[in-house]
């Protein structure tokens, strides 16, 4: 009995002792949050009341740091400047620029001034010079424009895309030309130029045109090399005493001038009739005959119309200018146009004749030169030596 009354105390006992903890750690937790409320509502005295937001310090902006201005870039002078010269060359070989020549290039030179164009006008003494200085300008570094010999032309417009702008005519009248040519004249029993190899060649010299320079790129084209495919090559002093050995057979084709060879035949006619008089004047006829005739080279009538070189023609020198990018189409046609007027005047006729030999200008554009540049391709002849 005793012992079922102290089980059941110690039981109750227990149940007390839990119940009582419980209870005051409720009460505990529960003070602790009111006393963590009472401090989030209390002010920096320690008093409670409404929570005071207060606004941000206000803090001055910062400004972006800048670099220090660029100065300013002074305008690049304008191409025809005084400190941008346009150079404009003359091939004057062996250095013949005597003093009514000279007067003439510092007229041109003048001339521009008046138009606010600066350009350096020089004597060079070949087309080697000229053509470096179109395609790369000139030794002082100014783009170069130069009057140069059509072969030079050429080379420049596929080295370094110039441009040919004018050219000249030559003669007087009806007989006013653009270029040069030749009758290639032969035996009866020679076909072709090409039927030239092997055989002997007449001329007039190694530095004429007509009889030798303009054949020789002929024959070029076809195949014979001048210097090495004929069997002899003979030098006469004049055109009739070449016509007579082609006719004696010391050689088997000459060129000769076209306005010539017919008077020329007359002449050969006249003679071998004194020293025989049972010549008859068709053996000529049966014995030579032309075996390439002389391409059109007359001053076109109709520019509107002109074609531009024939087949068979060698253009005279002309004027080149490097390519609009190195000197702009524009300022070109400027410099083209104030050497036309310029040759309208009293001193610029000092240019057509000191310095140019010619009558007068023609103005040309490359499509000008497309038989002329077909004939050099075909050739494979630098006249340059241009590399």
Same mark, same amino acid.
């Given at each position: 009995m005793l012992y079922h009354v102290k089980q059941w105390n110690t039981n109750c006992g227990r149940c007390i002792i839990n119940r009582r903890a419980s209870f005051w750690l409720i009460l505990a937790a529960g003070a602790v949050l009111l006393a963590l409320v009472a401090a989030g509502c209390s002010n920096d005295q320690g008093e409670t009341g409404p929570v005071v937001t207060r606004p941000p310090t206000a803090i001055p902006p910062t400004p972006t740091p800048r670099s220090t201005a660029l100065p300013d870039v002074p305008n690049v002078p304008l191409l025809? $400047?005084? =400190?941008?010269?346009i150079a404009l060359l003359f091939v004057l070989p062996d250095g013949n620029d005597d003093s009514k020549a000279v007067d003439a290039k510092n007229a041109l030179r003048d001339y521009f001034r !008046? +138009?606010?164009?600066?350009i350096d006008v020089q004597f060079v003494e070949d087309d080697a010079v000229a053509l470096k200085a179109v395609c790369n300008q000139s030794e002082e570094g100014y783009p170069t424009a130069a009057w140069v010999n059509p072969f030079t032309m050429i080379i420049a417009q596929d080295k370094c895309e110039a441009v040919p702008v004018l050219t000249v005519n030559r003669g007087s009248g009806r007989a006013l030309s653009v270029g040069q040519t030749a009758d290639i004249v032969s035996r009866? $029993?020679?076909s072709s130029i090409s039927g030239l190899r092997s055989l002997a060649f007449c001329r007039l010299g190694a530095d004429d045109f007509t009889s030798w320079v303009f054949p020789s790129l002929v024959m070029a084209s076809q195949g014979v090399d001048p210097l090495t495919d004929l069997s002899a090559v003979h030098d006469y002093p004049n055109n009739l005493s070449m016509l007579r050995a082609l006719y004696d057979? /010391?050689?088997s084709a000459a060129a000769f001038p076209p306005d010539e060879l017919e008077n020329l035949l $007359?002449? +050969? &006619?006249d003679e071998l009739h004194d020293e025989d008089e049972n010549f008859v004047p068709g053996t000529l006829d049966e014995t030579i005959k032309v075996l390439r005739s &002389?391409? /059109? &080279?007359?001053?076109?009538? $109709? &520019? !509107?119309?002109? =074609?531009?070189? !024939?087949?068979?023609?060698i253009p005279y020198d002309g004027l080149v200018f490097p390519p609009e990018r190195i000197i702009p189409a524009d300022l070109r046609q400027q410099i083209v146009e104030g050497i036309l007027d310029f040759a309208d005047s009293r001193a610029g006729q000092g240019l057509l004749d000191d310095i140019l030999d010619a009558s007068g200008f023609v103005e040309v554009a490359p499509d000008d030169y497309r038989a002329f540049h077909s004939l050099i391709v075909q050739a494979k002849w630098d006249m340059t030596f241009a590399e």
């Open positions: 025809g $400047d005084n =400190q941008r010269p !008046e +138009l606010d164009i600066t009866a $029993d020679v057979g /010391d050689c $007359d002449e +050969l &006619a &002389a391409g /059109d &080279a007359s001053f076109p009538t $109709d &520019a !509107e119309r002109w =074609q531009g070189f !024939e087949s068979g023609v």
